[in-house]
Structure formats: structure tokens, C-alpha cells
């Protein structure tokens, strides 16, 4: 007897692309945020059958476009036999709902697939909320297009309440009281937050929080520099929750490194105040990585785009009331894609502001540029005082206690076979070796 096999494929729902370009809103190229949009569908697993660029020199409040481009569009959703249409644009719940009359088919402005792509990435709790109580807030002001199943009903009366009136009000008030809990379950895990913060503070290990805008390389640097296995592919937001491991920097001091959620022109306020407590990690760490993909034509806006949503995030306060300093480095990545002459041109630029601290030029593919960027991290987060030591010749655990907790700029042994030695030790390392090992400080 054989077995036939059967293909359970679920056919891609067929999708538009759409980008309205308003020229002087971004100085990105209206072709890059057109890919763009179609990257972010098919992050969303849409077939994106047919892409177009339409110019706005003004808006209609009730559909956006005008009515000739109206129809002109939806003439190319039925040629392209669609099943979607993706606006690269936020649209209002009445522009959204007249589009979907217009065009017959499932409209989704670039708000509505952001958070549907983060819903379908979060894998931790705190993800899970953060991205519930972003869609809570986007839904909120929508009911009017998504409870269409409520138009058959009537109000109490019979002729004071329009359709679905009660009902509709009732899910405000559900999605209301939802969004109280999930704020809650948030102010928990900021708490809990803090408290993970202030434990690692006893312990002397600078942190290190990657940023970059969405598909720069963060998730594949941050395996190279860590040896870790995190999921890194070329598709947007392919990571959204942050991971933390520790990493060896030159001399052997350790620093814990964080990869954060990739950043985007335009990203939701619903998410940036979603993910205010993830985002946090990123205001609280000594040094940024900003992970630039500079072989992309548009490197520059999107570097503006992540330092604007940095800008958003708040910096903690020194003992006097004064704001901590942000220290940021830039990493240009994908240096491996650049053609010969112009690889030459940014390698001999990042060198002059790698001896600056402001960038280096890498490929995290290729591991090319990753030990000066490890130098320049360590000279970055490197402004501990130094210690003069002298170990005895039978101190091999003080010694390796001082590699685990401090970076050694210095060692020599004489001819007794003691170990001079010259360390950088936080103030608070600094303490706890003067209570194990106070008789080898000189």
C-alpha cells in the first residue's frame, strides 16, 4: 500500500505595497522606503505581487489619496489579483475603512504591520505585553472598523442608539480596563528591572547595549562578539526580545552586552512607550554600540532615525541632579559588501575616527575589524582608576580573581617569581579586593 503525500502548505495571502511619498517629510529615497514596506510585508509572510510609489503633493482626510488615484489603485489591486494592500503611511480609522470599501480588500497601514510583526516575534513574556498593550492602544481608536459584525444590532430603544452603539462602547470599556492591567504587569517588570540593574551594579562589569535601525547586523555582531547562537537572519526585526550575555575584552575584562529591539523610521509611539522598559537597559548601559549598515544606500537617514529614537529614551541622573553622559560608537557593518574602491575609501575613514572613538568599520560576517572594535570598546569603558600589585608567587587565585573582575594593562615577574601588575578595578572591586587580598596592593 503507498501513501500519497499531501502538500498542508498554507498558500501567501497576495499583497500590495503602496509607499505615498511626501518628499520633504524624510530625506530617504522614496525607492529605499518602498523596499522597505515590501521587507516588512514579507516579514509578515505576504506575497507582495505588485509595488508602487505615489506622489502626495496633499492629503484627503477621508481616503488620502484623491478619488482619480483612488480608482487608479484599485485597478492595480484587481489586475494583481490581491487579497491585500500595505500603506506605507499611518492612516486614520475613517481613511483606513473607506480604502477597504473602495478597494475591496484587507487594508494594513505601516502602524498595523509593525505590531503585527512584533506580535508574532515577542517569544518572552514581557514582549507579550509590551506588544498586547501597543495594539490595545492602536485598536482602541478602530472599533468602529473592526467590530463591523455590531451593524446589525440597535440600541435599547430602538431608535435613539445607532449600531452597535452599546457593544462598541462596552469593548472601549474592556480594552480600557485591559490596558489598566497590562500597565501594571509593565510597572512590574520595570520594577523588577531595576532591581536586576542594581544587583549587577554590585557586581563591576560595564554594560554595553546594542542599537541600530532594523537589519543592520546587531543579532550577527552580537553572536561574533559572544560566541552565542542568537537568531539572526536578513529580514526585518528577524529579533525582538533583548538578550544579555558576557564578553572577553583585550587584557581579559569582562563586560555584559545587550542586543535590543532594532529600530525603524516612523516606529509607533505605541511601541516606544511599550518598550519604554526595555529600552531603559539601552539609557542605563556605559556605552552604545550603534550598528550601522553602511552599505546601504540610505546608511545616513537611517542613522538619524535611530538617533531620534534615542533621543526619546532618557538618560539616568548623576548624585548631583546632572544627566549621565551618553557615550555612542559607532560600528559600520557590512563592510564585506562594499565594492573594492569605495571599501577603501570608508575602512580609511572609520581608522581616523576608531583613534577618535566615534567608529569603527566591521563585518560581523566575516569577523574582519571585530578585535579593533573589541580595543575600542575596552578604551571606551576603560576610565577605572589603576592599582599597582604584587603577587606572591603561590597567589594563582588572587591572580585569577583580578582577571575575572578587572582589565591588567600591565604584568611582569622577577626573577623571586613574584607578579607586578598594574589593574584597572571599579571603586567597588576595588573594596572587595582590599578586604580578600589586602596584602598584595602596593
Not at 576610565?383 to 611582569?412: H, I, K, S
Request: proline share 5%; net charge negative; with cysteine.
Amino acid at each position: 500500500m503507498t501513501s500519497k503525500h499531501i502538500d498542508h502548505t498554507v498558500p501567501l495571502i497576495r499583497a500590495v505595497v503602496i509607499h505615498p511619498d511626501r518628499r520633504s517629510d524624510s530625506p530617504r529615497l522614496a525607492s529605499e522606503r518602498l523596499e522597505e514596506a515590501a521587507g516588512l510585508a514579507r516579514a509578515l509572510d505576504l506575497d507582495v505581487c505588485a509595488e508602487e510609489i505615489v506622489r502626495l503633493r496633499s492629503t484627503t482626510p477621508a481616503t488620502l489619496f484623491g478619488s482619480g488615484k483612488v480608482e487608479e489603485l484599485a485597478a492595480l489591486v484587481r489586475a494583481a489579483d490581491a487579497e491585500a494592500v500595505v500603506i506605507d503611511d499611518d492612516l486614520s480609522p475613517v481613511q483606513q475603512r473607506n480604502l477597504e470599501k473602495a478597494w475591496e480588500v484587507k487594508v494594513i497601514d505601516r502602524t498595523g504591520l509593525i505590531l503585527e510583526i512584533f506580535g508574532r516575534r515577542a517569544r518572552t513574556k514581557e514582549g507579550r505585553l509590551q506588544v498586547e498593550l501597543a495594539r490595545l492602544d492602536y485598536e482602541r481608536s478602530r472599533l468602529v472598523r473592526t467590530w463591523t459584525h455590531l451593524e446589525r444590532q440597535r440600541g435599547g430603544t430602538g431608535s435613539t442608539g445607532g449600531p452597535g452603539e452599546t457593544q462598541i462602547e462596552l469593548d472601549r470599556r474592556l480594552i480600557a480596563d485591559r490596558i489598566v492591567r497590562l500597565k501594571a504587569e509593565l510597572e512590574e517588570v520595570r520594577r523588577t528591572r531595576g532591581l536586576h540593574r542594581k544587583a549587577r551594579k554590585k557586581v563591576p562589569f560595564p554594560s554595553v547595549a546594542l542599537v541600530g535601525y532594523t537589519n543592520a547586523g546587531k543579532s550577527t555582531l552580537f553572536n561574533r562578539l559572544t560566541g552565542s547562537e542568537v537568531f539572526a537572519k536578513d529580514l526585518l526585526f528577524a529579533t525582538l526580545d533583548t538578550t544579555q550575555r558576557t564578553i572577553r575584552l583585550p587584557q581579559g575584562r569582562p563586560a555584559i552586552i545587550a542586543d535590543t529591539v532594532g529600530f525603524i523610521s516612523d516606529l509607533p509611539h505605541e511601541l516606544v512607550e511599550s518598550f519604554r522598559a526595555t529600552l531603559e537597559e539601552v539609557g542605563e548601559a556605559d556605552l552604545i554600540l550603534h550598528v550601522r549598515d553602511i552599505a546601504s544606500p540610505d546608511s545616513d537617514a537611517q542613522a538619524k532615525d535611530v538617533e531620534a529614537v534615542l533621543e526619546q529614551i532618557p538618560t539616568p541622573e548623576g548624585p548631583n541632579g546632572e544627566k549621565k553622559p551618553r557615550r555612542i560608537l559607532e560600528v559600520w557593518n557590512k563592510i564585506d559588501l562594499l565594492d573594492a574602491d569605495v571599501r577603501e575609501a570608508v575602512t580609511g575613514q572609520a581608522e581616523r575616527l576608531t583613534r577618535e572613538g566615534k567608529a569603527v568599520a566591521v563585518s560581523a560576517w566575516t569577523g574582519e575589524g571585530i578585535e579593533a572594535l573589541r580595543e575600542a570598546i575596552a578604551g571606551l569603558i576603560d576610565d577605572d582608576p589603576e592599582t599597582r600589585l604584587t603577587l606572591q608567587p603561590d597567589q594563582g587565585e588572587a591572580l585569577a580573581w583580578l582577571y575575572e573582575n578587572g582589565r591588567v594593562t600591565f604584568r611582569d615577574t622577577d626573577a623571586d617569581g613574584r607578579t607586578h601588575m598594574v589593574v584597572r578595578l571599579h571603586p567597588s572591586a576595588l573594596g572587595r579586593l582590599e578586604r580578600l587580598y589586602p596584602d598584595i596592593i602596593d
